[in-house]
């Protein structure tokens, strides 16, 4: 018999047996050996509802401080779900690349993909940054909302490709207040424009030494307006592009982080 994982991207079919081999759960509190924990409504709902789990079967938890813990249900019902926990696994599955997505916001639908793929693909951490072109505009109420919400499709990403520390979609930014944070100059981090303008390539620049992060700065829809590109240079910004097309927004950050996991990371 099949059973269906649903999200936001639609519902993907699988036997019920893996489901079970591959159920993890963000537990964001204590976690202790040999003691219960309550799952939350959420998860509790997807091990009943989704994954159709049942008394006995085997679970893997994980509270963002890294590591995990393999525990089995103890109960599962309408009102409560309870797991026990059973050991601790000093498993983890971040890549060598300290990667800072600084991403100008689009439209949900495009937002949620490209923080749920860059959260797979290794990223350390997310910026949104509105820009001059940006299509979407949030009022602080609707910012803070949308941050709750990104901040979950991390979770849910790292729940189903395996990593144990969870990377921060930090507060959305201005891009200019956020390029006045930014010093003009870091040793400690490599920081990439992607603009069509560009003519080095990712290959023409040397790997990163020992623990130099890198910031990768991916425009919106209509791209940077020349101001802004003025200004990200200025702040020590190294204008590449990739290959001789222009790609969407919600494809160049993607591609860029598949490439700098080829070429310096762990694919």
Not at 2 to 17: A, V
Not at 220 to 228: A, L
Request: charged share 20%; hydrophobic share 35%.
């Amino acid at each position: 018999m099949l059973y269906y994982h649903e999200s936001i991207y639609g519902k993907c079919h699988w036997p019920r047996s893996d489901f079970i081999m591959h159920a993890r759960f963000y537990h964001p509190a204590e976690i202790v050996i040999g003691k219960s924990v309550e799952l939350s409504s959420d998860n509790k709902h997807h091990a009943m509802r989704v994954l159709r789990l049942k008394q006995g079967d085997s679970i893997t938890l994980f509270n963002g401080h890294g590591g995990e813990y393999s525990a089995h249900i103890e109960t599962i019902n309408r009102t409560t779900t309870t797991a026990v926990i059973e050991d601790y696994h000093n498993n983890e599955r971040e890549s060598p690349l300290s990667i800072e997505l600084v991403q100008a916001i689009c439209v949900n639908e495009k937002m949620d993909w490209i923080i749920q793929k860059a959260v797979e693909l290794g990223v350390t951490s997310i910026q949104p940054v509105s820009t001059a072109r940006s299509i979407v505009h949030l009022s602080d109420e609707r910012a803070a909302k949308r941050l709750q919400h990104w901040q979950k499709v991390v979770i849910s990403s790292c729940e189903q490709c395996g990593r144990n520390l969870v990377p921060q979609v930090l507060p959305l930014s201005s891009l200019p207040h956020w390029l006045s944070q930014k010093k003009t100059h870091s040793i400690h981090e490599i920081r990439l424009l992607l603009t069509t303008s560009a003519t080095t390539r990712l290959r023409d620049i040397s790997k990163p030494a020992g623990n130099t992060g890198t910031s990768l700065l991916v425009g919106p829809e209509g791209g940077f307006t020349s101001e802004e590109e003025a200004a990200i240079l200025h702040s020590g910004f190294v204008p590449i592009r990739l290959g001789k097309r222009t790609l969407r927004t919600e494809s160049v950050a993607l591609a860029t982080i598949s490439a700098l996991q080829t070429l310096w990371g762990d694919f």
